[in-house]
């Protein structure tokens, strides 16, 4: 009862005024007692109120969260760090945020066979919930490109989708293409959305499925390269947004190499991690890499041999994002402009903390 009360004031509270003033009026009301009597915002910590949760598809859920005074700005695409505790111990996984009205933000998670928190987040997130989150990160974002093609898998909708929604939203001028993959009929995640993308506003929205139970309208086969050429006859004019599973990834860059696209217009997003060495004997020794975007370059000394770049760039203080350092959240991403390295890599975009530099020069830009 109390504790509905308090959500119920906090949730007027933060949308009704903005959150800067929520957190100068907390700030300067912090006290023991205020701290004890209402957590979520007399708090220094980010957290986020569960408001609901809606069914999207089979074994996929979305949760409308209500973040409070610390949160901030972010970008479509982007997504943010949850800590669900289980039995006492801390998780951390990520999940692409989605604008929702009111200050809101949603996620969509998929339940992962036998995934741990995944699973757990279907069991255990009821409305009124609070949650522990992280701020928004991520460079899977739009750029200002005139021409995009969204390619995305399974769970791998959720910043394509995301991204989309915010441009039509934002009435932002810009040419939308969109071809999602789902195993089943009942795997598929936003199709509904996609539908009306076309219908109202006359995008080129293709759904496949690669394991169809029954003949389904609407519904067309999975990318190959004949079928990227008839749906997207000016595929290589777009800027091209990918994610979804690993293999999904791997065949569609081949994809796309195969038929001469540019992977510099590449943008990829990975949702699973993995391990990466150094690929010994490739390359040559690195002597400077030069981060574009910030005007800097760094030249090596013998302590750099065998680092990642993430750690060359620590040791002489080049002022990047870091998120996971596990080549999964994307927040150090740069795209390779010349040069080889090693490591962990999709398509033309080098993930800092699990990549090695493998040529006397490297050139890296945002
Ligand atoms: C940048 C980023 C954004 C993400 N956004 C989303 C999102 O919007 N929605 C969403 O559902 N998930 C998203 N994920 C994946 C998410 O963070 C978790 O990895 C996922 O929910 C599985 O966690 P788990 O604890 O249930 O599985 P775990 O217990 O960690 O793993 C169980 C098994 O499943 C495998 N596995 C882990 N993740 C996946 C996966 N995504 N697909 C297939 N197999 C997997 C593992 O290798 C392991 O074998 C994102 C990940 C990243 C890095
Ligand atoms: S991928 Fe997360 S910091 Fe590199």
Not at 65 to 70: D, G, K, M, S, T
Not at 323 to 339: S, Y
Not at 340 to 345: A, H, I
Request: hydrophobic letters at 40%.
């Amino acid at each position: 009862m109390i504790d509905s009360l308090l959500n119920g004031a906090n949730r007027w509270a933060l949308q009704t005024f903005s959150r800067d003033w929520v957190d100068y009026l907390v700030s300067n009301t912090m006290t023991e007692f205020n701290r004890r009597i209402n957590p979520f915002v007399w708090s220094y910590q980010l957290q986020a109120l569960l408001l609901a949760v809606h069914d999207e598809a089979d074994g996929v859920k979305t949760f409308v969260l209500l973040p409070n005074q610390h949160w901030r700005d972010w970008q479509a695409g982007q997504h943010a760090e949850f800590v669900v505790e289980i039995n006492g111990a801390q998780h951390r996984r990520y999940y692409s945020l989605a604008q929702r009205e009111n200050g809101c933000v949603s996620i969509t998670v998929k339940r992962v066979a036998d995934g741990l928190v995944s699973n757990w987040i279907h069991q255990h997130w009821l409305p009124g919930k609070v949650i522990r989150l992280g701020l928004p990160q991520g460079s899977f974002v739009y750029r200002q490109q005139p021409k995009l093609l969204f390619i995305c898998a399974g769970s791998g909708i959720t910043p394509c989708h995301s991204i989309a929604q915010a441009l039509l939203q934002q009435g932002v001028v810009v040419d939308i293409a969109f071809d999602a993959q789902f195993r089943h009929e009942t795997d598929m995640i936003f199709a509904s959305s996609l539908r009306d993308w076309a219908r109202e506003e006359g995008l080129n929205t293709n759904i496949a499925l690669s394991q169809p139970r029954q003949s389904c309208a609407n519904v067309v086969k999975p990318l190959d390269a004949d079928e990227l050429r008839r749906r997207y006859p000016d595929f290589a004019g777009r800027d091209i947004y990918l994610c979804g599973p690993q293999g999904f990834m791997d065949k569609t860059i081949a994809l796309l190499q195969q038929a001469g696209f540019d992977l510099a217009r590449l943008h990829c997003e990975r949702f699973a991690g993995g391990t990466w060495e150094a690929d010994a004997g490739v390359g040559e020794a690195c002597e400077e890499i030069v981060f574009q975007h910030l005007n800097q370059r760094v030249q090596l000394d013998t302590e750099d041999a065998g680092k990642t770049l993430m750690q060359i760039a620590e040791r002489h203080h080049v002022p990047l994002e870091i998120g996971c350092r596990q080549g999964m959240c994307g927040t150090c991403k740069l795209m390779l402009r010349q040069g080889k390295v090693s490591g962990n890599t999709l398509g033309n975009a080098v993930y800092l903390c699990s990549a090695y530099p493998a040529s006397r020069r490297v050139v890296l830009d945002a």
